[in-house]
């Protein structure tokens, strides 16, 4: 039985956030964080097959995880310098008003 698109697009987004959230906190340097990033990012297109191949019902919901996923994958490639995901920038905020 193949992957349950849900599923497997959800565990690739939280894959995606842990990084780029270690590398917000501090806990990861750029280099490291950019190489685990680049072994994510080859994941990519096939996520987005994936999430194109879903029912209907899910698309709109899976194409928002996945772009979630890229602000936050490009969000370490510009070591911070772009914009984060909302997920990541509420983190940040957070983080900011302690």
């Known amino acids: 039985m193949p992957d349950d698109p849900d599923v497997t697009i959800h565990r690739f987004s939280q894959d ?3 990084v780029a959230r270690d590398f917000a906190q501090g806990k990861q340097a750029a280099d490291e964080a950019q ?3 680049n072994a994510l990012r080859r994941k990519f297109p096939a996520m987005a097959t994936l ?10 919901d899976l194409k928002s995880v996945l772009s979630e996923a890229s602000l936050d ?3 370490v490639d510009s070591e911070g310098a772009l914009p984060t995901s ?8 957070e983080k900011g008003s302690e």
């Open 16 to 18: 995606v956030f842990r």
């Open 73 to 75: 994958l490009s969000y």
């Open 51 to 60: 999430a194109e191949s879903a029912s209907d019902d899910l698309q709109e």
């Open 35 to 37: 190489r685990r990033m």
């Open 86 to 93: 909302r997920r990541l920038g509420r983190l940040l905020r």
